[in-house]
């Protein structure tokens, strides 16, 4: 099982910033990709950014150039920094971690964050 604690949501001006972070305990494979999606009201949950246990990182195209992800493996935490902020990217941002053995996989959410930009 895993564990995640997602911090740093809140609300800010367009073209202000801030900075996601989720904290991973419990059994966290060599083999792991952390991430955040985030989910507008009346929209499906899509993908932010992700970053793999070996460094890779994909991005949506909407925020590329504006957000990055980053991560520390000695304390399992990932990070969102997010500059320049839309309106439109105002949703509930889930922080995410799949792991996987030959033997067992595993997919976990945290509970989200909400992340409001105003106008």
């Known amino acids: 099982q895993v564990q995640l604690v997602e911090s740093g949501g809140g609300l800010v001006q367009a073209g202000g910033s801030l900075r996601l972070s989720c904290a991973a305990s419990?059994?966290?494979?060599?083999?792991?990709?952390m991430g955040w999606y985030r989910q507008a009201p009346g929209k499906q949950r899509e993908l932010v950014a992700v970053?793999?246990?070996?460094?890779?990182?994909n991005y949506a195209d909407s925020v590329k150039g504006r957000f990055t992800i980053s991560r520390d493996n000695a304390k399992n935490t990932v990070y969102l920094q997010m500059n320049s902020l839309k309106a439109e990217d105002t949703a509930v941002y889930y922080c995410n971690v799949k792991v996987w053995t030959l033997f067992a996989t595993g997919d976990y959410w945290g509970q989200g964050t909400q992340v409001t930009v105003s106008l």
């Open positions: 970053v793999r246990s070996g460094g890779s990182t």
């Open positions: 419990g059994s966290i494979f060599s083999n792991n990709e």
